[in-house]
């Protein structure tokens, strides 16, 4: 779970923000009670992206027949 900080509470504590980031927090900005902006590690974007070529690859080795998809095609014309 994130924790919530306002915009000028962040502006404030941008250096501790910082190093608690860096240490795996991760912060949730707002500004009058409305989501702005997400502060998270740098590695959790980059796991984000592995993780979704991780399952691209895994779908394109799932092989579908030519007969399930005639089935398939016949379905969407109806």
Do not use: C, W
């Not at 910082?18 to 900005?29: D, M, P």
């Not at 997400?38 to 080795?61: C, E, G, R, T």
């Amino acid at each position: 779970m994130r924790n919530e900080i306002g915009s000028y509470e962040a502006k404030s504590k941008l250096p501790e923000l910082l190093r608690r980031v860096e240490s795996g927090e991760s912060f949730t900005i707002t500004n009058r009670g409305k989501v702005i902006a997400d502060l998270v590690p740098a590695n959790h974007q980059k796991q984000k992206v592995k993780n979704a070529i991780s399952n691209i690859k895994k779908m394109k080795q799932h092989v579908v027949s030519d007969e399930v998809l005639d089935e398939l095609k016949m379905d969407g014309r109806k």
